[in-house]
């Protein structure tokens, strides 16, 4: 490992990863115009994202800790899109609900591919509801782009509740009204499987030329009264990004002054500042990692879809950041952009994790759309909607990058492990499935 001398323009570089106030511009590499102010790109794409919504994360730490993120808040609609507008969902006592409007579907913003996936529904008598599995954002036939998970009393093709509308029926007549009952759903490649109240009542492979290997999930809007909660999932099909024994996969970014070790089955990250790069580049995917600061309000990142890393210009892609700093105490309001934030970009509007303890930060980047969870809450929807450029700081970057470690300066202090990812396919439509 290097520890030569960095020149003061990379030393700034690496410095304005974290911490620079976004109002402030990053010096410029070397024949690159300064970054402008992020203000505009860091206004809210949701009204959600503004509202102080009290934090509630009903997963248990040790759910945390194996991968699960909530997929519903319990108070708002943040992290969901609605394909129809006329269609009246809304929360109500903990529970997305609609009771008015045309057929439509509500949709998480980005997509999923292997997933294990509980939902809790209730749907008034005769109604007609369904979860839509690895969608597009407009379904036209559930047997050709989607899986259409059924919730009804009746069917005219007999695709009861627990069926894949059009693909494979369950053998046990099931209705779909009355209490609130439960789904769990194992989609891993073309294998599903679903439970119903605990009990497997669905398993099927498809082997058609109709398979989709990923996309959005969706509630529907289609007869009568309809309410989800307690939404949650886990990726399925992570690679491990480190061993566990040494720094295989991953390079140093030439002139870094931290010292990246292991130790114990973590990265130990110390001093500053420098990155830790992976030697594979990533587009779209699913990111999970758990880190841990070991003093008050340390700052760190994961740098991602980033060019690769040179003394002069060593951190040129997108950050999460790891900050838990709050301003007055007060969780809604970060005084760094706060753990999960797209760091000049928008930020965390709660700080879930905090200092001396582990936290789980998962990533979803799908085309310009990018979600962040902290131990499994959502912190962050955000849709990169700046102009297209080969640095995401100065535009829009879409293509594959390094993923990074990064120690900001003389403080740091951090350990990771558990270090994941996914991929995530494109459809059979050719592109990534996106809303």
């Not at 379904?139 to 509740?161: M, W």
């Not at 720094?247 to 990250?269: C, D, K, N």
Request: aromatic share 8%; proline share 7%.
């Amino acid at each position: 490992m290097s520890h030569s001398r960095l020149t003061l323009t990379a030393l700034c570089l690496l410095l304005a990863g974290c911490g620079t106030p976004a109002s402030e511009t990053i010096p410029p590499a070397a024949g690159n115009p300064p970054e402008p102010a992020a203000k505009a790109e860091a206004a809210p794409i949701d009204d959600a994202a503004t509202d102080k919504v009290p934090y509630v994360n009903p997963l248990t730490p040790e759910e945390q800790a194996a991968g699960w993120i909530n997929l519903f808040d319990g108070q708002s609609l943040f992290g969901w899109k609605s394909n129809n507008d006329e269609v009246n969902w809304h929360v109500v006592e903990g529970a997305i609900t609609s009771n008015e409007g045309p057929k439509g579907l509500l949709l998480t913003s980005v997509p999923y591919a292997d997933f294990e996936l509980i939902a809790e529904f209730q749907m008034e008598a005769g109604g007609n509801s369904g979860i839509f599995l690895r969608t597009p954002a407009n379904p036209t036939d559930p047997t050709k782009d989607c899986y259409e998970l059924n919730i009804v009393d009746e069917h005219p093709s007999g695709f009861l509740t627990g069926s894949l509308v059009g693909r494979v029926k369950t053998e046990q007549p099931l209705t779909g009204s009355g209490d609130w009952k439960t789904f769990r759903v194992i989609a891993e490649g073309r294998h599903f499987q679903v439970f119903l109240d605990g009990e497997q009542v669905l398993d099927f492979m498809d082997e058609t030329e109709n398979f989709q290997p990923s996309g959005l999930i969706g509630l529907q809007r289609n007869a009568g009264a309809v309410s989800f909660r307690n939404l949650r999932l886990r990726p399925l099909g992570m690679t491990d990004l480190f061993n566990g024994e040494d720094l295989s996969g991953w390079r140093i970014v030439p002139g870094s002054l931290s010292h990246f070790t292991v130790e114990e089955g973590t990265i130990h990250a110390t001093n500053g500042a420098g990155f830790l790069e992976t030697e594979n580049t990533y587009g779209n995917f699913i990111f999970q990692s758990d880190s841990q600061t070991h003093a008050a309000e340390l700052n760190s990142g994961y740098f991602f879809r980033a060019m690769p890393g040179t003394e002069e210009s060593p951190s040129n892609g997108y950050e999460a950041q790891i900050h838990n700093g709050t301003t007055d105490g007060d969780r809604h309001r970060p005084n760094n952009a706060g753990t999960g934030a797209i760091f000049r970009r928008v930020d965390a509007r709660y700080v879930v994790a905090n200092d001396n303890e582990w936290s789980t930060m998962t990533l979803i980047a799908n085309g310009p759309q990018i979600a962040v969870w902290v131990n499994g809450y959502q912190v962050v929807d955000w849709e990169d909607t700046r102009k297209p450029d080969e640095n995401p700081r100065r535009g829009q970057r879409l293509a594959a990058g390094h993923i990074s470690l990064q120690g900001h300066d003389p403080t740091t202090d951090i350990s990771f492990r558990n270090l994941k990812i996914a991929e995530l396919p494109a459809t059979n439509a050719g592109s990534p499935a996106a809303p």
